[in-house]
C-alpha cells in the first residue's frame, strides 16, 4: 500500500504565477528545470491538454537509483510549494521505485530505469502516435 503525502505551506492561498506571455507555462519550466539540475535522465513531456482531464502535461524522468529518485521528487515538491503552486500529492515515496507527483496542471512521474521499462508509461499515452503493441517486427 502506498502512503500519500501532501506538502502544504502558507504560499498555498497565495496566487500561483500564470502563463508567460510567450505561452510557456512557468511550472512546466520549473520542472523541467529542477528535473536537468538534479541530473534526471531521459525527460520525457507529453502535452495532454484538451486530451486528459488529469493534467496538462504529463512528464516522465528516470534517477539511477531508489535514493536518486526519492531525493528528486522530494526536492521538486519543495520547490513547486516554495514558488507559490501550491500543495503537492506525493506518491511512492518511501520505495522510491516510481514516484508520483501531482501538481494539479502537471503530474510527474520518476522511475527507476527498469521500472520504467516495464511500465512504458510514454507508449500508453502516446495517443496513437506509437504503433499497437506486437507490431514492430511483424511482417
Do not use: C
Amino acid at each position: 500500500m502506498t502512503q500519500a503525502h501532501t506538502l502544504s505551506a502558507a504560499a498555498d492561498t497565495a496566487q500561483a504565477p500564470s502563463m508567460h506571455s510567450d505561452g510557456t507555462d512557468p511550472l512546466l519550466d520549473l520542472v523541467l528545470q529542477h528535473l536537468e539540475d538534479d541530473q534526471a535522465q531521459e525527460v520525457v513531456t507529453i502535452d495532454l491538454e484538451g486530451k486528459s482531464s488529469i493534467a496538462d502535461h504529463m512528464v516522465i524522468a528516470s534517477g539511477r537509483s531508489t535514493r536518486q529518485v526519492a531525493s528528486i521528487a522530494q526536492k521538486l515538491a519543495e520547490k513547486i510549494k516554495k514558488a507559490g503552486f501550491g500543495p503537492v500529492k506525493l506518491e511512492g515515496l518511501p520505495a522510491g521505485d516510481w514516484v508520483l507527483l501531482d501538481a494539479g496542471d502537471i503530474v510527474v512521474h520518476l522511475f527507476r530505469p527498469e521500472v520504467r521499462s516495464f511500465y512504458n508509461l510514454e507508449r500508453m499515452w502516446a495517443f496513437g502516435d506509437a504503433p499497437p503493441a506486437g507490431a514492430a517486427g511483424t511482417a
